[in-house]
């Protein structure tokens, strides 16, 4: 069915005003049914999500983004233009609701609220895309637009099929510019050298000339900056925060997925790389309290969940370790996102989301944060492009470690990995 037919269908049936952003989450939270509670998790998940994802994807489909969302930056905010947050949230949220949105469509309540949010997220990109847009993102000024032009790359490796191929041909050409465009500027030398790399590689995906030299330079460089135990330094030295998971781990395997595609290195290294970052998520997972929180250590803290990427992605690829069982990620997440998204003052009246950690705080973010930053949140809802009858949403609720071990219950032990 055309986009424009689909939507007037459920316009006329009124369906889609059943589903207020702010009004979505009247899930219950505790339930006795293990089968009832695995179900009530997922639909929690997929509530929040669009509550987040709405206010920056419709807004993009009417051609309100740059209008309506609030662009609110850090005290201490540096030199680059705000302007940049535009672009930040979508990257962002594209990342993070595309494998949700690659699942085939059905006439569920969340297959109904699902194909409204692809629908919105496809017109949105035609529509900035488009000459004389009121919503026009930046990708020419300053150097921010290499970091989210990646996680737009990323968006589209992510669901081809959902996102990028049904999209005009006229929006891919400029979108392709927009990507090119981006070569007379170089990342820095830290985790930004992968944010060249998978650019170059979504390009490469689709076979756009690339640039050699910038998809090999981000996989190269953090290679030989591995550290081990599952952590990749950021530059030369070790950085104590969530940057394996928000950029480093994801990036490295998505590029480096590409590559072996294309027969440009052998399976081995791309075997080496999802090692790496199973080792990292082990770490990740037990770092979740009993209580469902996590250190708020390092840069960045303010992009909330994110830091959960790298596990929400080796869980949605189906390489968990063996001694982490789907279920006990799922019931960990959840208990974290319960914490951090129940909390008032996280979100605006709007439904946007504010500058804080747990709850609205601006004078914890970082000189480069600014509202669209924030929605690097959604990239830990990556098992929801996991269909409801996966074990990850299907089996009982389960216990994570540290809640064993706090518990005085057998949990696995743990030990120093050395490749």
């Known amino acids: ?25 009247s899930v219950t939270k505790t339930n006795n049914n293990t089968n009832a509670q695995s179900k009530n998790d997922r639909e929690y998940w997929y509530k929040l999500l669009y509550k987040i994802a709405s206010p920056v994807v419709s807004n993009l489909a009417n051609g309100t983004l740059i209008k ?25 949220t594209y990342a993070g609701i595309a494998p949700w949105l690659s699942l085939p469509d059905d ?14 997220a ?3 990109l035609d529509s900035c895309f488009a000459a004389n847009s009121p919503d026009k993102l930046n990708f020419t000024k300053d150097y921010q637009p290499i970091v989210d032009s990646a996680y737009l790359a990323q968006t589209f490796l992510r669901a081809p099929k959902a996102l990028w191929e049904p999209l005009k041909p006229e929006t891919k050409r400029e979108i392709i510019a927009s990507f090119k465009s981006l070569r007379n500027r170089k990342p820095f030398k830290n985790n930004w050298l992968l944010f060249g790399s998978i650019t170059e590689a979504f390009l490469l995906s689709i076979g756009e000339p690339h640039d050699e030299s910038r998809l090999n330079e981000g996989v190269d460089t953090l290679n030989a900056w591995y550290k081990g135990d599952g952590w990749y330094g950021d530059g030369v030295n070790m950085a104590f925060d969530y940057y394996n998971s928000f950029v480093i781990h994801p990036m490295m395997v998505d590029t480096l997925a590409v590559m072996l ?3 440009l290195i052998k399976k081995e290294r791309y075997d080496l790389a999802v090692k790496r970052m199973q080792r990292y998520v082990v770490g990740q997972e037990r770092m979740i309290s009993p209580e469902g929180t996590y250190p708020p250590i390092g840069r960045s803290i303010t992009y909330r969940t994110g830091a959960f990427q790298a596990l929400s992605q080796i869980a949605l690829m189906h390489k968990l370790p063996a001694t982490i069982q789907p279920a006990q990620v799922r019931s960990a997440l959840t208990k974290v996102k319960q914490n951090i998204y129940g909390t008032p003052g996280t979100f605006d009246a709007k439904g946007w989301l504010q500058l804080g950690f747990c709850g609205h705080d601006p004078e914890i973010a970082d000189y480069y944060t600014s509202t669209g930053s924030l929605y690097m949140a959604t990239l830990s809802f990556l098992p929801l492009g996991l269909p409801a009858t996966d074990e990850f949403w299907a089996a009982p609720a389960a216990e994570w470690t540290s809640k064993k071990a706090w518990a005085a219950k057998p949990f696995s032990k743990d030990y120093h990995v050395d490749f």
């Open 1 to 25: 069915m055309e986009r424009r037919k689909f939507i007037g269908a459920l316009s006329l049936t009124g369906v889609f005003g059943l589903f207020n952003p702010n009004e979505v989450l």
């Open 68 to 92: 309506n969302m609030p662009v609110v930056t850090a005290p201490k905010f540096d030199s680059r233009t705000p302007a940049v947050s535009y672009l930040e949230a979508v990257g962002r």
């Open 107 to 120: 006439t569920t309540t969340e297959g109904i609220l699902r194909n409204k949010l692809k629908l919105q």
């Open 122 to 124: 496809i017109q949105g």
């Open 261 to 263: 595609d294309k027969k």
